[in-house]
């Protein structure tokens, strides 16, 4: 089964690093459209529907954004912060995936409304763990949001 029903937006600054996130989407068994932009101005662009690019149409608002903190342009505090500030946006689920592992940053974006962190596995079998470990939550908060 895949989870969330509508586009995962990845917001990673490393090419490389995206590349291989697809890859471990799809060995985890998701299937929902996976979109990736580059960079915090980028995300936010996209998100507010202004994308120069293909932008929004045709895929509509993410139900999850999976980002990145150490962006160029704007950080992923930045960008984590703008959405929490923007009531159409309210229902986006944001999981901080970064290379951080500092405390500091994990209790920040948990100020600022990520709805989850993780440090960024090294390997392939384990960042497939962590993508599933994230659409299970994902699950779970959507189960709960339809009981009450």
């Keep these: 089964m895949s989870v969330p029903v509508g586009p995962v937006l990845l917001v990673e600054d490393d090419p490389d690093h995206a590349t291989i996130f697809a890859h471990a989407w799809k ?15 980028a995300a936010v662009a996209y998100l507010a529907g202004i994308d120069r690019r293909e932008g929004r149409r045709g895929h509509g608002l993410p139900s999850l954004v999976v980002l990145d903190l150490k962006l160029p342009k704007k950080s992923g505090f930045e960008v984590l912060e703008w959405i929490r500030t923007r009531q159409e946006l309210e229902g986006i689920r944001v999981v901080v995936l970064t290379s951080s592992g500092e405390s500091g940053d994990k209790e920040r974006t948990r100020e600022l409304g990520a709805n989850a962190f993780y440090v960024k596995p090294v390997s392939l079998d384990d960042l497939v763990k962590t993508i599933i470990e994230i659409r299970d939550g994902v699950q ?4 709960r949001a339809k009981k009450g």
């Excluded at 068994?29 to 915090?40: M, N």
């Excluded at 779970?140 to 189960?143: L, N, S, V």
């Design 27 to 41: 060995r985890a068994g998701c299937t929902s459209r996976l979109l990736t932009v580059g960079d915090g101005d």
């Design 140 to 143: 779970q908060a959507e189960a």
